[in-house]
């Protein structure tokens, strides 16, 4: 078998078992009711916390990924998902659960270190399939999860605690996957293959000092004009603004449903009885949000022509689910309205990554897509502060909800004046061509 194929096959594997976590969809209802920690805690005291973690490591782990040359990353991604697991089925108390997050904020941050590997270990002639694999292997290992979770949930074969230890075995059989990815010799900036030719030769000489100012200011410098190469075109501006901005409110949305979903089975004009079908709905989405990515990716569509009220009816519509989600007492309702939600976020991202990857050099992937990360999660977090800490508003989950709503709505209020003042400027040109 070809060396690509087996790194590719290796990857698959930990994308796999990493993301098989059945106990996830469970995980407030877990919380309530076996570890004894309030909803107010967890939602206003130690979910943030995730926020904050993974925003503060997020820039420093992206760049120690690249100087380290990724591997030892993804291994340190893998035992920080062991550590978490661990802390989560014997860890006692909020204190437990505030280092819980911690610990998965910091596993989010590495995730870098999974999504770049192969752009410095594959040739650039297997990019496509191999992404195309290892998006392949997570969507499985979520579907998966979520099938299991909800199966063994319902038949009374497992409880919410017991789901943790097939969690724990799954992340620690990735560990294992991790250590057999192969070595890389180069990265995207701190190890190229080639040395930039323009740097004055005074910045190289014999002393280990001056290599590693050098090199500092070498990788200073490719980053810079990475940049702004990306970032000087307006169309990878717009659909990163996108990106940033929508990522944002769907990282809210994830952290804080279940939460929601507690509130209307316990409201008193609940129409469905106290069993939860969170396993059931997060397979779904997946299942379903993996086809459209995958099917839109046929589709031929001018998104240079209908990007701007694409965006802008995607993101409306999202709001409104938001909405509805926020006032909803029946279950059902609520799960529809998530599934529609992440499967639109889905596949505009899906777009989105697309579009922005075919506007900049190949070597700055995941410079960018780490930036709109990062702004994603620089905007979460005041989100966070603001609505859900309990040191800003503390909002109960309706009023959250009702807060995300308005917040996409406004994202879309923003596209559809882009889109108007695009079209009227084609409008004009038209015009002066006759």
């Known amino acids: ?78 035992i920080a998902y062991v550590v978490t697991w661990v802390l989560i089925t014997w860890g006692e108390g909020l204190t437990s659960l505030i280092l819980v997050e911690v610990c998965y904020g910091i596993v989010c941050s590495t995730e870098v270190a999974y999504y770049t590997y192969i752009y410095a270990k594959v040739n650039r ?18 579907f998966l999860g979520g ?33 057999l990815l192969p070595s890389v010799n180069t990265s995207i900036y701190f190890h190229r293959e080639k040395t930039v030719t323009e740097y004055n030769t005074f910045e190289i000489g014999n002393s280990a000092n001056q ?71 997060e397979a779904i989405h997946t299942l ?38 926020s006032q909803t007492n029946n279950l059902y309702i609520a799960y529809a309205s998530y599934i529609l939600f992440r499967m639109m976020y889905q596949v505009v991202i899906t777009i989105a990554s697309a579009e922005v990857a075919q506007k900049i050099r190949e070597d700055s992937y995941a410079l960018i897509f780490g930036i709109n990360t990062f702004v994603a999660l620089a905007i979460q977090t005041i989100l966070t502060l603001i609505v859900a800490d309990d040191v800003g508003l503390a909002l109960g989950e309706r009023s959250q909800f009702k807060i995300y709503g308005g917040y996409h709505g406004l ?7 882009v889109a108007f003042f695009v079209i009227m400027r084609k409008c004009r040109a038209v015009k002066q061509n006759r």
């Open 211 to 281: 290599t590693r100012l050098s090199k500092i200011k070498q990788t200073g410098r490719y980053l810079f004009e990475d940049f702004k190469d990306a970032y000087s075109s307006s169309y990878v501006f717009k659909w990163s603004l996108w990106w940033a901005v929508a990522t944002a409110g769907h990282l809210q949305v994830i952290n804080y449903i279940q939460a929601l979903w507690e509130i209307i089975v316990n409201s008193s004009g609940s129409t469905v009885d106290s069993q939860l079908y969170n396993g059931a709905v």
């Open 1 to 78: 078998m070809e060396s690509w194929k087996v790194t590719a096959l290796i990857l698959c594997g930990f994308g796999l078992f990493k993301e098989f976590r059945p106990s996830e969809p469970f995980f407030t209802e877990y919380l309530m009711n076996y570890k004894g920690i309030s909803q107010e805690d967890i939602v206003h005291v130690a979910f943030p916390i995730w926020t904050y973690t993974y925003l503060a490591t997020l820039a420093v782990i992206f760049l120690v990924t690249d100087f380290l040359r990724y591997k030892s990353v993804i291994i340190f991604e893998g």
């Open 411 to 417: 994202l879309g209020l923003f596209f559809v004046i």
């Open 125 to 142: 002639e297997h990019y496509q399939k191999v992404t195309s694999y290892t998006y392949s292997a997570i969507f499985a290992g979520r």
């Open 147 to 179: 099938v299991v979770a909800q199966l063994l949930v319902s038949f009374d074969l497992m409880n919410y605690h017991e789901l943790n230890y097939i969690s724990l075995s799954c992340v620690s059989i990735a560990v294992i996957f991790s250590l």
């Open 288 to 325: 379903l949000s993996a086809i459209l990515a995958f099917g839109v990716g046929h589709v031929k569509i001018s998104w240079a022509t209908y990007g701007e009220i694409f965006l802008a009816l995607v993101s409306l519509a999202q709001g409104g689910l938001l909405l509805l989600m």
